[in-house]
């Protein structure tokens, strides 16, 4: 992997990372069309940089790192459990399903979901307009959804917010709570893979790895902020519509 390459990636782990339309299945895709090899030091870089993305959060929600917040980590760790439990129990059998028609059809799936959901949810009908006022019930829900991001294509952010919406959220409170839900989520991930890997990386490795990690923080801080505001004038169905899209190209290009 060249510097040109780790900052591609480092722009699209950045700006899909928190979009509902999965970075991995991005990430994969760009690599394969710049003929990036399939070895252990790429496939480590692209979840390693998942950490750039945790940093985005922490800077972007200091707030929420206080010991006035305790109840609300409480939840977001409860929701990220179902996702611990069936992951480790199935990890082997999920790597092994993974490929391009498996991701394709999520990314159709995917979007079709989102425009039946936006079709009948009623912003105003919703009751949680905060994250701090997710319940314990909507917490244990959320996590439960979140286990359908172990699907290749599916994407974490994707079924966070689904599950999140399905259970009485606003759609900015389902942003957020999924941000803050994808901190033990990817630090578990990308912290194993770290720490597997980075005696893999050769001394132009690190290199490479520290500028995707940089590029992909200062993309991802601004595309939270900008994911936030477009909430609060439209709705899901564009991700709808580009999840549908892009899975059709995916079947075209790959099968």
Do not use: C
Not at 207 to 235: N, P, Q
């Amino acid at each position: 992997m060249d510097i040109f390459q780790s900052i591609i990636l480092g722009i699209v782990e950045g700006f899909t990372e928190f979009l509902p339309i999965s970075s991995t299945g991005h990430m994969i895709v760009v690599a394969d069309w710049m003929g990036m090899a399939e070895n252990s030091e790429n496939k480590a870089f692209m979840v390693i940089i998942q950490l750039a993305a945790i940093l985005a959060v922490v800077f972007n929600y200091k707030d929420k790192f206080t010991l006035s917040k305790i109840d609300l980590w409480v939840k977001v760790i409860i929701a990220f459990l179902p996702l611990a439990v069936i992951g480790f129990i199935f990890k082997d059998i999920i790597k092994e399903a993974f490929n391009a028609q498996v991701v394709a059809y999520m990314f159709i799936i995917g979007g079709i979901a989102f425009l039946i959901l936006e079709y009948f949810y009623k912003e105003e009908k919703q009751h949680t307009a905060q994250v701090e006022d997710v319940t314990y019930k909507q917490a244990i829900w959320i996590g439960i959804a979140q286990v359908f991001a172990l699907i290749p294509g599916t994407s974490r952010a994707g079924s966070t917010i689904v599950g999140a919406l399905l259970v009485g959220l606003s759609r900015k409170a389902a942003a957020e709570f999924s941000f803050l839900l994808a901190l033990p989520v990817m630090g578990a991930t990308s912290g194993y893979d770290l720490l597997k890997h980075y005696d893999e990386f050769s001394s132009e490795g690190i290199l490479t790895l520290f500028v995707g990690f940089v590029v992909a923080f200062v993309v991802a801080y601004f595309t939270m902020k900008f994911f936030i505001k477009f909430l609060e004038k439209f709705t899901f169905n564009a991700f709808g519509i580009y999840r549908i899209i892009f899975g059709i190209l995916l079947l075209v290009w790959y099968i």
